[in-house]
């Protein structure tokens, strides 16, 4: 992980959320769904690939029934130029396949026998996958839903046959623009957007996620909108208090990814203040601003992400 781009994040959550106006919605369970996806650790000639720009693939929805078209352009704008921001930002090692994100519509699995950890039945009215209650994820981005019995080794039923999957991609999001209660109906209390992680991979790391921008946020200036942007993208991708648990340190082992816990103390709060403190973190920090005798430094952060 860069650490540059934490102490940007911190930073932007500092510059930019001085009011109370947004949240995040990034609990692991049960609403996130674990997918296993194929790494590319090494290439034709054999050598260790190492960490790649991440690639985002954002699906919009049309926003069309609150937006006008000058508006859904600003969102769309602005969400560019977010991705563009975190692609200088942040690597990971590149999926190999398309990415197909998994349904939660299983309701219960097999615990036992050759079918062990396949899918036994379905979860009563299941009908679409949706990331945060409103954003339905298209079918041709999701895995398929089989139910098997005990034994045979085709499955009995395809409730959804599998879908295309998205090409050339490390992480998917889903942005829609709508009003719901969470934005809120006062002028006081409004949330400008919120996000969620909605998938991860076997490694806990973040593979989509949703941000839904309050409709009312689109009259802000275009730079706010964009640091507004680039704020819940950074909580999609793993940067929030229910993520930092997750966070590992890979290296490549047998041609495979080898991922464990990172073993160290993420964030801390340092005089009232909760801070990002991993050795990287607190390096970078001390070297922004000139101060390398400080010890408890860190990568500020406002409370409540
Ligand atoms: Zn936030």
Redesign the pocket.
């Known amino acids: 992980m860069d650490s540059l781009l934490v102490i940007t994040m911190a930073l932007i ?1 500092v510059q930019s ?1 001085k009011e109370n106006n ?3 919605v990034a609990e692991r369970s049960p609403g996130i769904q674990r997918q296993t996806l194929s790494y590319v650790v090494s290439n034709e000639t054999n050598r260790n690939v190492t960490y790649q720009p991440i690639r985002i693939q954002v699906v919009y929805r049309d926003m069309y029934f609150e937006l006008s078209v000058e508006d859904r352009q600003r969102i769309i704008g602005a969400v560019f130029k977010a991705v563009e921001k975190i692609s200088q930002l942040l690597s990971v090692f590149p999926v190999q396949k398309p990415v197909l994100l998994k349904r939660s519509g299983c309701h219960k699995e097999w615990t036992t026998g050759p079918n062990k950890g396949r899918c036994k039945s379905i979860k009563r009215n299941y009908q679409s996958e949706l990331c945060m209650d409103t954003f339905k994820i298209p079918d041709d981005h999701l895995d398929g839903l089989y139910v098997w019995n005990e034994l045979d080794p085709d499955p009995i039923r395809v409730v959804y046959s599998q879908g295309a999957g998205v090409n050339s991609t490390d992480f998917i999001l889903h942005v829609d623009s709508v009003t719901t209660d969470v934005c809120g109906f006062d002028s006081v209390n409004k949330v400008l957007s919120y996000s969620k992680v909605c998938h991860v991979d076997q490694y806990d790391r973040p593979i989509s996620g949703c941000i839904n921008v309050c409709p009312h946020s689109v009259n802000n200036s275009p730079e706010k909108l964009y640091k507004t942007l680039l ?2 993208l950074f ?1 999609t991708l793993g940067f ?1 208090k229910t993520h930092f648990q997750y966070f590992k340190k890979c290296q490549i082992k047998d041609r495979n990814l080898d991922c464990h816990p990172l073993g160290l103390t993420i964030v801390e709060e340092v005089n009232g203040l909760v801070r990002m403190v991993t050795p990287a973190v607190l390096r970078e920090t001390q070297n922004h601003f000139g101060c390398t005798t400080e010890t408890k430094y860190g990568a500020p952060e ?1 409370k409540g ?1």
Do not use: A, C, F, G
């Open positions: 959550i959320y947004h949240l995040t704020h819940e909580h929030s406002r992400n």
